[in-house]
T-cell receptor, first 114, second 110 residues
Framework: NAGVTQTPKFQVLKTGQSMTLQCAQDMNHNSMYWYRQDPGMGLRLIYYSASEGTTDKGEVPNGYNVSRLNKREFSLRLESAAPSQTSVYFC?????????????FGPGTRLTVL | GQQVMQIPQYQHVQEGEDFTTYCNSSTTLSNIQWYKQRPGGHPVFLIQLVKSGEVKKQKRLTFQFGEAKKNSSLHITATQTTDVGTYFCAGPYNFNKFYFGSGTKLNVKP
């Protein structure tokens, strides 16, 4: 089992460029998450998906879109990247049953926007 | 909205000393989770506390959930260099979405 995988590991973009961060999990989890991590600010939730085909905004959704096309995959898209989106992006998943469950994190994508 | 505050931001200790990090929420939490992130790594789940006043131990780590379910702490006894990393608490809001604390970065000098 690979757990949660993310691609790419590193990315450098110019302002205005677009890109999609990919995430996949092989644990048959219902819930998936996208977080960004900035120095001194912990992890902030961008978007959340409770199940295939459903998504919900988190704390900092502006400038991002997500897609949960199937149970395994949850992608994050930056349509027009800005320097303020320079960050480390983590995808996570959890079983997401009626009780709150531990989140399993991917290795992260380090994104720099110039 | 509900947020989770965590202190201190940094802690430098000599190996063998104890370490504590604290989490506070402005509202009652249904549960609280703790994660550890090694330098350059990703967060890894440590534990979840659910009951008021709950205390759980994992070897040298002791986790507490306050009686009012608004605060929590993680205490490490006799730190080792393997304890180096950032410790985060996370509290849920709106079903399965979480607020993470800003983290406490622990450095252990051998």
């Amino acid at each position: 089992n690979a757990g949660v995988t993310q691609t790419p590991k590193f990315q450098v973009l110019k302002t205005g460029q677009s890109m999609t961060l990919q995430c996949a999990q092989d644990m048959n989890h219902n819930s998936m998450y996208w977080y960004r991590q900035d120095p001194g600010m912990g992890l902030r939730l961008i978007y959340y998906s409770a199940s295939e085909g459903t998504t919900d905004k988190g704390e900092v959704p502006n400038g991002y879109n997500v897609s949960r096309l199937n149970k395994r995959e949850f992608s994050l898209r930056l349509e027009s990247a800005a320097p303020s989106q320079t960050s480390v992006y983590f995808c996570a998943s959890s079983a997401g049953t009626k009780s709150y469950n531990e989140q399993f994190f991917g290795p992260g994508t380090r994104l720099t926007v110039l | 909205g509900q947020q989770v505050m965590q202190i201190p931001q940094y802690q430098h200790v000599q190996e063998g000393e104890d370490f504590t990090t604290y989490c506070n929420s402005s509202t009652t939490l249904s549960n609280i989770q703790w994660y550890k992130q090694r330098p350059g790594g990703h967060p890894v789940f440590l534990i979840q506390l659910v009951k008021s006043g709950e205390v759980k131990k994992q070897k040298r780590l002791t986790f507490q959930f306050g009686e009012a379910k608004k605060n929590s702490s993680l205490h490490i006894t006799a730190t080792q260099t393997t304890d180096v990393g950032t410790y985060f608490c996370a509290g849920p809001y709106n079903f399965n979405k979480f607020y993470f604390g800003s983290g406490t970065k622990l450095n252990v000098k051998p």
